[in-house]
């Protein structure tokens, strides 16, 4: 499978727990968004990568929130001392030089 | 502030009806507007974009700047054609503004 992939696809956790998800983009896409999505609404954007470049970080990312994409490749996204209010579907996209990039699976988090 | 609406949350349709999912958006520069679909269990998929002027699987969709609108259309639904479809707009160079989605039922 040579599209993004997301682990893990599943995520239970307790409220107040540190969880991490990551996520493989297409190899030569050098952008990668991560957005959030909740039940009945569309993906909302939390951040942008240019390479390993941070280049835009949405205001729903709170300081609970951090993102990295070190060398260019695999991101990670990390929620510390999480919260009921944080789960949702965690998706991830790749893209060249243009928009409308390529999504993965997504992440389910569950906070317990 | 950049947003897209897709006033119908649910649409029903027969089988071989025509289809139009609705989209409007409010942007003060150029947007460029894209349709997704996601069927039952799978990964967000692009259908189409506003730039490339395509049909895809009978799907069109036109940029009308003086209604701020980019809706979906197809002249005869197929069975294949339920899924979830959101509309997205893009801002600036990076990220989409994504509608809430209407859940498409195509009705044998």
């Known amino acids: 499978d040579t599209g993004v992939s997301q682990n893990p696809r599943h995520k239970i956790t307790k409220r107040g727990q540190n969880v991490t998800f990551r996520c493989d983009p297409i190899?030569?896409?050098?952008?990668l968004y991560w957005y959030r999505q909740t039940l009945g609404q569309g993906p909302e954007f939390l951040t942008y990568f240019q390479n390993e470049a941070q280049l835009e970080k949405s205001r729903l990312l709170s300081d609970r929130f951090s993102a990295e994409r070190p060398k260019g490749s695999f991101s990670t996204l990390e929620i510390q001392r999480t919260e009921q209010g944080d789960s949702a579907m965690y998706l991830c996209a790749s893209s060249p030089a243009q928009r409308g990039g390529f999504f993965g699976p997504g992440t389910r988090l569950t906070v317990l | 502030a950049q947003r897209v609406t897709q006033p119908e949350k649910l649409l029903s349709v027969f089988k071989g009806a025509p289809v139009e999912l609705k989209c409007n958006y409010s942007y003060s520069g150029s947007p460029e507007l894209f349709w997704y679909v996601q069927y039952s269990r799978q990964r967000l998929q692009l259908l189409l974009r506003h730039i490339s002027r395509e049909s895809i699987k009978g799907f069109t969709a036109d940029l009308n700047k003086g209604e701020t609108s980019f809706h979906l259309k197809k002249p005869f639904a197929q069975e294949e054609d339920s899924a979830m479809y959101y509309c997205a707009l893009g801002r600036g160079a990076q990220k989409l503004v994504f509608g809430q989605g209407t859940r498409l039922t195509i009705n044998p």
């Open positions: 190899s030569e896409h050098n952008r």
